[in-house]
T-cell receptor, first 109, second 119 residues
Framework: DAKTTQPPSMDCAEGRAANLPCNHSTISGNEYVYWYRQIHSQGPQYIIHGLKNNETNEMASLIITEDRKSSTLILPHATLRDTAVYYC??????????FGTGTQLKVEL | DAGVIQSPRHEVTEMGQEVTLRCKPISGHNSLFWYRQTMMRGLELLIY????????DSGMPEDRFSAKMPNASFSTLKIQPSEPRDSAVYFC?????FGSGGTNTGELFFGEGSRLTVL
């Protein structure tokens, strides 16, 4: 599985878009990019995943660069409840996910 | 759907005691995972099962740890004897895995975790 690199922390104003970057420069052709988040003391929660194309669901959008070396998770209108640690994971190994240290997103008034 | 159910939610025990953590996966899911989370090491995958068979236990720290999945609706993680350094939150997760016959989105559903404190 490719190693991912994320900033340790980010701040965002409530109501604004939160853009969380992830670098996965060694990703291989069959590896997906997954995003999870973990709200304090809860189990991680799946957000979205993609391979090549940009993806959108009710929670977020995932933008993957054309060379697939990086991606951005977008929360279009962040709320205080989006404060959490966000994990970017790349894997081709089916459901086996290896979590890194993630980005602590703090949404503030 | 009740989601992944873990018990106990909290466990405080003394060093040397046996600890058993339990997990009931989501009905119909055929992959089950045990993770451990500490401040120092983050989220670590300990072991995962597919169709009740252990596929990868390379994350199990040592022989004191063992995991079983006797049927599709139940799994245990046992620590014997427990040590203070085993103190952590243990998460169980399930998913539609390989051979499910359905669409595998790679989405893991996590339980609320079991917080273990070994004194």
């Amino acid at each position: 599985d490719a190693k991912t690199t994320q900033p340790p922390s980010m701040d965002c104003a409530e109501g604004r878009a939160a853009n969380l970057p992830c670098n996965h420069s060694t990703i291989s052709g069959n590896e997906y990019v997954y995003w999870y988040r973990q709200i304090h003391s809860q189990g991680p929660q799946y957000i979205i995943h993609g391979l090549k194309n940009n993806e959108t669901n009710e929670m977020a959008s995932l933008i993957i660069t054309e060379d697939r070396k990086s991606s951005t998770l977008i929360l279009p209108h962040a709320t205080l409840r989006d404060t959490a640690v966000y994990y970017c994971i790349s894997t081709g190994g089916g459901n086996k996910l290896t979590f890194g240290t993630g980005t602590q997103l703090k949404v503030e008034l | 759907d009740a989601g992944v159910i873990q018990s106990p939610r909290h466990e405080v025990t003394e060093m040397g005691q046996e600890v058993t953590l339990r997990c009931k996966p989501i009905s119909g899911h055929n992959s089950l995972f045990w993770y451990r989370q500490t401040m120092m090491r983050g989220l670590e995958l300990l072991i995962y099962f597919n169709n009740n068979v252990p596929i990868d236990d390379s994350g199990m720290p040592e022989d004191r740890f063992s995991a079983k999945m006797p049927n599709a609706s139940f799994s245990t993680l046992k620590i014997q004897p427990s040590e203070p350094r085993d103190s952590a939150v243990y998460f169980c997760a399930s998913s539609l895995g390989f051979g499910s016959g359905g669409t595998n989105t790679g989405e893991l559903f996590f339980g609320e975790g079991s917080r273990l404190t070994v004194l």
